[in-house]
């Protein structure tokens, strides 16, 4: 059973196995199920989160590459753009169309043309530098505002935790 | 990375001096299926993707994806220079990996101490091989005719055919070549007869060699008038808000496409169906319609009606979150009367022995979780109850086993609503039960009791233990009624046959706590 979806996604895979991006790694949790992926991202460095490997979910929905997968992070992870469960808010990942909010642009939201890597690579940069223009979690965006110090603290904490320090 | 099975990926290229072909086939590939591209079709907005990638893309939102501006699919235009370059690179693109890979050979053992191969190679392409990393296709030529030892590296910088033809020495046999270098050689007195000839021959050949010719640069794939015609065979899309529903399962069987479904799952196997056929009017390789639907097969098993589920996971895998303690925490009970029950089966298969015990679950699955099921063998859904209070009782019951049953309903609730008026009595009832290890392995439940004549005997000494009245009467009452009838063993069998299914939980209820006999009362 080959359909166009695990075509790609195989696809991606062999391109993110043979040549991936730095401080991320990507694959299927199971190679018979192509449609459920966990990644690996690097906390970036020079950010409160540097030194934090972050793992995450990815379901890809059956007519993936028209829509796009949800991305779930499974740890703790303090951060305006990702809500209190860990499920990532970022515009790559919303379905093609207009943003009935206008915040966003249709051409920063998912199109077939993008792809896993570029993604990771999207929320790679989130995680460097929060959008608070349309938090998901509340708190941590107003931390994020109007006490850096706190935020940076609190990030560090939960790094630390997640490594078992 | 070798191997027949090697699947061609831009990244072979980063290990071979020749990085820059890893972006080059990158340009290639197709930015939907990522990979090469498959009868490339330009939109009107000047992007490009294979005609079936662009045509789902079309049919799902009307937008090109690289730029979002509207397009329709019928504005599609074939790119058969594309087509050309991408045949024509994955044809060069084998030969072209192997030498790239046996030049990054060579250049290691260049750099070895023993320098063995520097002798043959021209050292200064070596060294700027080395330096940047990358080279033309002329140094790399020179590099490959420069190794003797491979010799099919030669022929394959020649692939591009505009290789001078070098004539061979002609060999001193006394004939003569054919006046009009057709290439022959015959005797000088049947030069006469063959000129003629080969006059038309080669009229002949230039026509055929025109034809023959254009695969290599694709003139003739491209849709001569001969295929526009063909694009008539086109189909369009349907417009489907405008179809009832009988009117489009009657245009898919029109179609020749499976027709079953909802409208929604219909609408969604015409589209697919039309991409695959007007893709396949795209293509230059057209393919039968029973490939086309084979296709459309794959694509219901895939994304269609016989998908396997509905988030796309395959059922046979776990959840990667699914919380199995929790399961078993919840449902030890269950697993332990299954197989409390399986044992209790094995050891006495006899039926008089093995009746009773299905009323028994019966009654345990009314009471803690009814399902439809009445062996008891299934496990129960994770969301039922697995206590017995009472009011949980009404909503699963009323919900399933009973729902068509007005006349059970209404008497449950009844039975219910008493039992809730006593329920205060029902701990105590629990408490007297655990002291009587009779049923150790079974979820000792009141209900049990009274309809299990095997322990109708120990009952009394039983319900001695208890402290009231009311339900003490209620149940020797019930006892003794049972228990007069204990004696015969036929009872055995025909209690639990006489009682109608939907009937079933009457009893139990009633028992509870002996508020079947305050509601007589």
Redesign the interface.
């Known amino acids: 059973m080959n359909s166009v979806a695990s075509k790609r996604l195989f696809q991606e895979y062999k391109h993110l196995t043979t040549d991936p991006p730095e401080g991320i790694t990507a694959g299927p949790v199971n190679e018979d199920d192509l449609f459920l992926w966990e990644a690996l991202i690097q906390g970036p460095e020079g950010t409160p989160y540097e030194g934090g490997i972050f793992p995450a979910e990815l379901k890809f929905p059956k007519d993936y590459p028209l829509m796009p997968p949800t991305m779930k992070f499974q740890t703790d992870i303090w951060h305006p753009n990702v809500y209190p469960n860990g499920t990532v808010c970022i515009s790559i990942l919303h379905a093609p169309g207009e943003d009935p909010n206008h915040y966003e642009q249709a051409s920063e939201r998912w199109s077939p043309i993008q792809s896993v890597e570029k993604i990771l690579i999207s929320v790679m940069s989130m995680i460097a530098e929060p959008n608070d223009e349309s938090p998901a979690n509340v708190d941590a965006a107003r931390m994020w505002r109007e006490r850096k110090p706190d935020f940076d603290k609190r990030v560090k904490a939960d790094v630390r935790r997640s490594l078992g320090l | 990375m070798d191997g027949s099975f090697d699947?061609p990926?831009?990244?072979d290229w980063?290990e071979t001096p020749l990085k820059g072909f890893s972006d080059l086939e990158n340009a290639l590939h197709c930015?939907?299926?990522?990979?090469f591209y498959d009868t490339p079709m330009i939109t009107s907005c000047c992007h490009t993707f294979c005609s079936k990638?662009i045509r789902?893309?079309l049919s799902?939102?009307g937008?090109c994806?690289?730029?979002?501006t509207s397009d329709q699919a019928s504005k599609l235009r074939n790119n058969w220079v594309l087509q050309t370059i991408v045949d024509q690179f994955l044809t060069a693109r084998p030969a072209a990996l192997e030498v790239a890979r046996k030049e990054k050979v060579q250049a290691e053992q260049a750099k070895k101490p023993g320098k063995r191969k520097r002798a043959v190679l021209d050292s200064d392409d070596i060294a700027q091989a080395e330096q940047d990393g990358r080279t033309t296709r002329s140094k790399s030529r020179r590099l490959a005719a420069s190794q003797t030892s491979e010799p099919e590296a030669v022929e394959i910088s020649d692939s591009d055919g505009d290789e001078e033809y070098a004539p061979e020495q002609q060999p001193d046999d006394g004939l003569i070549e054919c006046l009009l270098g057709c290439g022959k050689r015959m005797k000088a007195e049947e030069m006469g007869a063959h000129i003629d000839r080969c006059e038309e021959e080669k009229q002949q050949e230039q026509a055929n060699r025109a034809k023959s010719r254009t695969p290599v640069n694709s003139f003739s794939s491209r849709p001569a008038p001969a295929q526009n015609t063909k694009a008539s065979e086109r189909i369009s899309e349907l417009s489907y808000s405008m179809l009832t529903e009988a009117k489009l399962r009657q245009k898919l069987r029109d179609a020749g496409v499976p027709n079953w479904g909802s409208k929604q799952l219909m609408i969604k196997r015409h589209m697919e169906w039309v991409n695959l056929w007007n893709a396949n009017c795209d293509s230059k390789g057209r393919r039968s319609r029973n490939e086309l639907v084979r296709d459309l097969d794959?694509?219901e098993?895939?994304?269609g009606g016989r998908?396997p589920n509905q988030?796309?996971?395959?059922s046979?895998?776990m959840r990667?979150d699914f919380d199995g303690t929790g399961w078993a925490t919840s449902h030890g009970q269950d697993f332990g009367r299954l197989i409390a029950d399986a044992k209790r089966r094995k050891n006495n298969p006899a039926t008089e022995e093995s009746r009773p015990k299905d009323v028994d679950t019966v009654e345990v699955a009314a009471k803690s979780a009814p399902g439809p099921d009445t062996d008891g063998s299934s496990i129960l859904p994770p969301n039922s109850s697995q206590t017995s209070r009472q009011p949980e009782h009404n909503f699963p019951e009323t919900e399933r086993p009973y729902e068509n049953n007005l006349e059970a309903i209404a008497s449950i609730r009844q039975k219910v609503e008493a039992a809730n008026a006593g329920r205060h009595i029902e701990p105590v009832m629990n408490a007297g039960f655990d002291n009587e290890p009779v049923n150790g392995e079974t979820t000792p439940t009141q209900a049990e009791n009274p309809v299990e004549p095997p322990r109708g005997a120990q009952n009394p000494s039983l319900l001695g233990q208890s402290h009231f009245g009311m339900s003490e009467r209620g149940s020797m009452s019930r006892h003794d009624r049972s228990g007069s009838e204990c004696e015969l063993p036929g009872h055995l069998q025909s209690s639990p046959m006489k009682v109608p299914m939907f009937a079933m939980p009457q009893r139990p209820i009633s028992d509870v706590d002996g508020g079947g006999d305050m509601a007589e009362r």
Do not use: F, Y
């Open positions: 699947i990926d831009p990244s980063l930015d939907i299926c990522k990979e990638c789902t893309c799902a939102n937008k994806p690289s730029c979002q794959a694509w098993r895939t994304q998908a988030n796309g996971l395959s046979t895998i990667k």
